[in-house]
């Protein structure tokens, strides 16, 4: 079992830098592949990011790429995954998921393959 909250959403500006954190619980943290998610308002859930259990492979939406960069530090202290915001635009604005999955080897777009899921925190890009 693993419980995910994320957090440092925020309002930024066009242009600007934000950077998400996603703490994770339980012992077993670097076993599973994380993935970010965004949902904005009328849209459906969108893929941005995944990452492997190590932190070795990761996966990048093209509407991201370039921009984003996910991380993880599997130190039992920190079990956090990261994904870095630069570059940000309006259409970034969006409710930001992490995702664990239990396939270690899964990070891709497909959401239904996570299994545990945080709360989400609100990014607002203002133009």
């Known amino acids: 079992q693993v419980q995910l909250v994320e957090s440092g959403g925020g309002l930024v500006q066009a242009g600007g830098s934000l950077r998400l954190s996603c703490a994770a619980s339980?012992?077993?943290?670097?076993?599973?592949?994380m993935g970010w998610f965004r949902q904005a308002p009328g849209k459906e859930r969108e893929f941005v990011v995944g990452i492997s259990w190590s932190g070795g492979s990761t996966y990048y939406a093209d509407s991201v790429k370039g921009r984003f960069t996910i991380s993880r530090d599997n130190a039992r202290i920190k079990n956090t995954v990261y994904l870095q915001m630069n570059s940000v635009k309006p259409e970034d604005t969006a409710v930001y998921y992490c995702?664990?999955?239990?396939?270690?080897?899964?990070?891709?777009?497909?959401?239904?393959?996570?299994?545990?899921w945080g709360q989400g925190t609100q990014v607002t890009v203002s133009s």
């Open positions: 995702a664990a999955s239990a396939s270690g080897t899964y990070y891709g777009g497909s959401y239904y393959l996570y299994d545990y």
């Open positions: 339980g012992r077993t943290f670097s076993a599973y592949a």
